[in-house]
């Protein structure tokens, strides 16, 4: 999860929660060479970029939803891009979007 508000720190911080990597499967963010599990971020910008990191997972069907809704004030488009498929779909940003 990551959270973005005005006193929010753009680096790692001590509000930012590393990540304990397991032996099943791993959804995180990876930012400054961390492994973190939630940030706490300033406002979002229109260049900002959240990096996700899925490690050992099964296969299977998997379904991600993303809440855009604190990004509406300060950008007027936000992306899921898959670095896998290539597919980039756009966020809802009054919503949650789902991506399968």
């Given at each position: ?32 060479g961390r492994n973190l599990t ?34 509406g004030a300060t950008v007027d ?24």
């Open positions: 999860m990551a959270f973005f508000y005005a006193k929010g720190n753009a680096a790692v911080d001590r509000m930012d929660g590393d990540k304990m990597m397991n032996g099943s499967e791993n959804v995180f963010f990876t930012r400054d939630f940030e706490h971020r300033p406002m979002v910008q229109s260049a900002d970029t959240l990096q996700v990191r899925l490690t050992n997972m099964r296969q299977t069907a998997y379904r991600f939803t993303v809440s855009a809704t604190q990004f488009e936000a992306h899921l891009i898959d670095r896998v498929t290539g597919s980039r779909t756009r966020l809802a940003l009054d919503s949650e979007t789902a991506y399968d």
